[in-house]
């Protein structure tokens, strides 16, 4: 990895230049600031207003200044530049900068973001976007290179690409590594000597699992992906060890003192937040375990029915039923049950929920929304399909359907609207789905994991296959870790 070299000389005290370097990615320029002061003052309208003594960079005009920052990695931008100096920081705080950025890395005919917002955290869509095209296709990406006469060129040297890659397929030809539009499709009976070869920013392990049937559920622990829980039919829920350098030990088995297992059902769902974890099961109980005690029991909250999804929240815990209730439980309480919402007709599948909405879809193929402040049901939608899996960030509500497609809606000022209907190429079940500024991650029953740019349509940059259909996924900093009926497969950076 090669450095960004920055040096500035301190013009007041006449002292000797400072080095200060951060490790970024191969392509990343060496940028020598010669005769700068990190305290540059700025004009009114934002740009760098060199004097007369001022030389080297910031003698520059502000577009070239813009344009030399356009090719640094987003990460350099936002977590060194400002250190180094406040007007280079000026410059890289445009706002029209960092939307040129992203619409570069998506390219210029996807829609992004899919829902518009003003206020809208470009710099971290920006990085969390560079760092997924870093990790899951075989070329570093920086975006602002390529012109837009150069994306046009690339897309149509890709649909060339898959014109020849649907010609091989006919013939036979599917052990092949199918790479189109920058995507890596890869087969699990190769799976792990192909990551190795084309995904060389990731480290692939599989936990030794240690459940004895398949496992419905995993979960990420802790913020930083360096441990997660996995739930299975099994009736046991395990907490695992990620950090880098091992290949996943397993800490705990959950349970409670006399009991053989952790539920006396199968355990379909898990949701957490900070030392808390829940488990929920088709004993219709939520069990809530102190993940820093140890997985310590803390409570058993009965709730009259299976328990399909979960969603923890800083004041409540919810739970969708498959007696087509959303529970709300204030886990501090003596009688913990606050409210019982029947917002369906049929099981509740998937919940996603902030301090305002809660968010629920239900195998009677409608989707709610209910209004926690002001406590009234807001709206219900009815859809085509019936929702296995959501995920809720900003104002875009991403979901995954039984029929194989993902579905997008806006919820603004309580009002939820769909927008599009995406074919990613599922056949089966979408049953996990994880959205991000940056990143969107889909899994399903017809046994892939595809890692997708989160714009419209969806731009599929990696396709893994596995060996059994795949039950769901987490995604924290960075680590992927996918479950299947007969294993629980990691990707996670190379430190």
């Not at 917002?117 to 075989?138: F, V």
């Not at 084309?198 to 599989?206: G, S």
């Not at 929920?353 to 049901?377: E, L, M, N, P, Q």
């Amino acid at each position: 990895m090669s450095a960004v070299s920055v040096s500035l000389s301190d013009q007041e005290t006449g002292t000797s230049s400072d080095q200060c370097r951060a490790s970024q990615s191969s392509e990343a320029p060496c940028i020598d600031l010669h005769g700068l002061s990190a305290g540059q003052p700025s004009s009114a309208d934002g740009s760098p207003s060199p004097s007369a003594e001022t030389t080297g960079l910031l003698s520059l005009p502000w577009e070239i200044l813009t344009h030399i920052n356009s090719y640094i990695p987003a990460q350099c931008l936002i977590n060194v530049l400002p250190k180094v100096c406040h007007a280079l920081a000026t410059v890289a705080a445009d706002s029209t900068e960092w939307q040129l950025r992203a619409r570069r890395l998506i390219g210029s005919k996807a829609g992004f973001p899919v829902v518009p917002l003003e206020g809208y955290d470009w710099p971290t869509a920006c990085m969390e976007i560079e760092q997924l095209k870093t990790c899951w296709t075989s070329e570093v990406h920086h975006g602002a290179r390529q012109t837009q006469e150069d994306e046009e060129e690339r897309d149509q040297m890709r649909l060339q690409e898959r014109d020849q890659v649907a010609r091989e397929l006919e013939e036979g030809l599917e052990d092949d590594a199918v790479e189109g539009n920058h995507r890596m499709d890869i087969d699990a009976d190769e799976e792990q000597d192909a990551v190795i070869n084309h995904l060389e920013d990731l480290e692939y392990i599989t936990l030794p699992l240690d459940h004895i049937a398949a496992v419905n559920s995993v979960l990420h622990l802790g913020g930083e992906g360096t441990s997660c829980a996995t739930a299975s039919r099994d009736r046991n829920v395990k907490l695992w060890d990620l950090q880098a350098g091992s290949n996943g030990t397993l800490l705990h088995t959950l349970g409670t003192r006399g009991e053989y297992s952790t539920h006396q059902g199968w355990v379909w769902c898990l949701a957490s937040r900070g030392p808390l974890l829940a488990s929920g099961a088709f004993d219709s109980t939520v069990r809530l375990w102190d993940v820093q005690a140890g997985g310590a029991s803390t409570g058993l909250i009965r709730t009259g029915g299976a328990v399909l999804c979960l969603s923890c929240q800083t004041d409540v815990l919810l739970a969708g039923t498959f007696d087509k209730k959303v529970n709300m439980y204030d886990i501090r309480g003596a009688q913990p049950l606050v409210k019982s919402l029947e917002l369906h007709g049929d099981a509740v599948m998937c919940l996603a929920a902030d301090d305002k909405y809660i968010i629920s879809g239900s195998k009677d193929c409608t989707v709610a929304v209910y209004d926690r402040t002001a406590g009234k049901d807001l709206q219900r939608l009815r859809l085509s399909s019936y929702l296995l899996s959501m995920s809720y960030s900003g104002c875009e509500v991403w979901t995954g359907d039984n029929s194989g497609m993902l579905q997008c809606f806006s919820l603004q000022a309580g009002s939820l609207k769909a927008l599009s209907q995406f074919d990613v190429g599922h056949t089966d079940l979408v049953t996990g789905i994880h959205k991000s500024s940056g990143s969107l991650y889909t899994c399903s029953a017809d046994r892939t994991v595809k890692v997708h740019l989160p714009c419209a349509p969806p731009r599929t940059l990696c396709i893994l296959r596995r060996q059994a259909g795949v039950s769901g996924l987490s995604v924290e900093a960075g680590v992927l870790a996918v479950a299947s009926d007969d294993e629980v497969a990691v990707w996670r950076p190379r430190r």
